[in-house]
């Protein structure tokens, strides 16, 4: 059996999913996904179904609703823990994450790390096909992020990411209250204040060629308020807790 899950949440990713989930396969042999689709209108359910009878290695979990990408990670999350998986990670379906990248993660967790942050940041700036606006926001996230919770980290907004097993099976699922943007500074915050070993993994970020964003302003508004609601909750804490050690 494979050691790393890969999940890929879905909404309207119909001219996407097929060609990623191949290139994802042939890009590392030693990975499942699992694709959680939230009742796509286009039919991308469906066609995650056929996938599935063409490869053991695809996975397919419908939800009855759109109802956001972090509940979407969460219930990919609940599924990987039931299964034997050392690495769970996250990945977009818009081929704006390279499935090439992900014998880096594997490799680097490998080092011993508990989480690993694919950043568009670390080493200089490598973002295609962005406008500058955007490129502005999401600069100026990272800056806020850090300003306010302490986290040093460059792209804390970013949802490439690897989790080992044991720090997802540490979470309370039911208390993580964000679903955005928020959601992926929501999972590192809890990790990152427990002293978990976080590392950061350089990659190329290529906005979509095909499909719809799914940003919205209610996405940027709950990452600026989920940002102070866990500084608060940590007593403004700007420092994580002695490194856990997994000896």
Same mark, same amino acid.
């Given at each position: 059996?494979? *050691?790393?899950?890969?999940?890929?949440?879905?909404?309207?990713?119909?001219?996407?999913?097929?060609?990623?989930?191949?290139?994802?396969?042939?890009?590392?042999?030693? &990975?499942?996904?699992?694709?959680?689709?939230?009742?796509?209108?286009?039919?991308?359910?469906?066609?995650?179904?056929?996938?599935?009878?063409?490869?053991?290695?695809?996975?397919?979990?419908?939800?009855?609703?759109?109802?956001?990408?972090?509940?979407?990670?969460? &219930?990919?999350? *609940?599924?990987?823990?039931?299964?034997?998986?050392?690495?769970?990670?996250?990945?977009?379906?818009?081929?704006?994450?390279?499935?090439?990248?992900?014998?880096?993660?594997?490799?680097?967790?490998?080092?011993?790390?508990?989480?690993?942050?694919?950043?568009?940041?670390?080493?200089?700036?490598?973002?295609?096909?962005?406008?500058?606006?955007?490129?502005?926001?999401?600069?100026?996230?990272?800056?806020?992020?850090?300003?306010?919770?302490?986290?040093?980290?460059? *792209?804390?907004?970013?949802?490439?990411?690897?989790?080992?097993?044991?720090?997802?099976?540490?979470?309370?699922?039911?208390?993580?209250?964000?679903?955005?943007?928020?959601?992926?500074?929501?999972?590192?915050?809890?990790?990152?204040?427990?002293?978990?070993?976080?590392?950061?993994?350089?990659?190329?970020?290529?906005?979509?060629?095909?499909?719809?964003?799914?940003?919205?302003?209610?996405?940027?508004?709950?990452?600026?308020?989920?940002?102070?609601?866990? &500084?608060?909750?940590?007593?403004?804490?700007?420092?994580?807790?002695?490194?856990?050690?997994?000896?």
């Amino acid at each position: 059996m494979q *050691d790393t899950l890969v999940i890929i949440p879905t909404y309207n990713e119909i001219d996407n999913i097929e060609p990623l989930t191949q290139a994802v396969l042939d890009a590392a042999d030693f &990975a499942d996904i699992l694709i959680v689709d939230d009742n796509s209108p286009d039919g991308t359910g469906q066609k995650a179904d056929q996938l599935r009878t063409q490869n053991p290695r695809i996975h397919v979990l419908h939800r009855t609703q759109k109802n956001g990408l972090g509940r979407a990670y969460l &219930a990919g999350f *609940d599924w990987a823990l039931f299964r034997s998986y050392s690495f769970i990670m996250e990945m977009d379906c818009d081929f704006s994450h390279d499935p090439k990248e992900i014998p880096n993660f594997r490799r680097k967790m490998q080092e011993g790390y508990d989480l690993l942050l694919g950043s568009r940041y670390v080493g200089g700036i490598r973002v295609m096909n962005w406008p500058l606006s955007r490129l502005m926001l999401s600069r100026g996230a990272g800056i806020y992020v850090k300003l306010i919770t302490g986290m040093p980290f460059t *792209d804390p907004t970013g949802g490439f990411k690897c989790f080992r097993r044991e720090l997802l099976a540490s979470y309370k699922f039911d208390k993580v209250e964000a679903n955005g943007y928020g959601f992926q500074i929501e999972m590192t915050h809890k990790a990152w204040i427990k002293g978990h070993p976080i590392g950061e993994v350089p990659i190329v970020f290529e906005d979509r060629q095909v499909g719809e964003s799914k940003m919205s302003g209610s996405i940027i508004y709950e990452a600026l308020w989920v940002v102070w609601k866990l &500084a608060l909750m940590n007593g403004l804490r700007r420092k994580p807790h002695a490194r856990v050690s997994r000896d």
